[in-house]
């Protein structure tokens, strides 16, 4: 988020996007879910404790309007959820399809 910030892009997030649908693919292809559950719990806490070293800076807090930076965690961690959820039913198929 600091680098989006800094350079008033969106690029961090759309890595994050990739990367973490990648992980959520190869975690339920390879039965390891339990990994991507405890993975997304502690990004969401390192999140957590980097927004909260940033508050001092008031042009942190108006990056993010209309939300606040914790509302904007907490939105961002929701929605990189779905397209998790989307690569996991895609490893799902494509593991019936070797096993077929």
């Known amino acids: 988020m600091h680098q989006d910030f800094a350079n ?8 994050m996007l990739v990367v973490t649908s990648l992980l ?18 502690l990004s ?9 070293e940033m508050t001092g800076n008031e042009r942190w807090g108006g990056y993010f309007k209309p939300l606040t930076p914790y509302q904007l965690l907490i939105l961002v961690s929701f929605l990189n ?3 998790q959820f989307f690569a996991m039913k895609l490893a799902n198929r494509t593991k019936n399809k070797v096993k077929d």
């Open 81 to 83: 959820l779905i397209p």
């Open 44 to 52: 969401v806490i390192i999140s957590f404790y980097f927004i909260s």
């Open 24 to 41: 959520a693919f190869f975690g339920k292809l390879f039965n390891n879910s339990i990994s991507l559950i405890i993975g997304n719990i």
């Open 8 to 15: 008033r892009s969106m690029l961090g997030y759309l890595i």
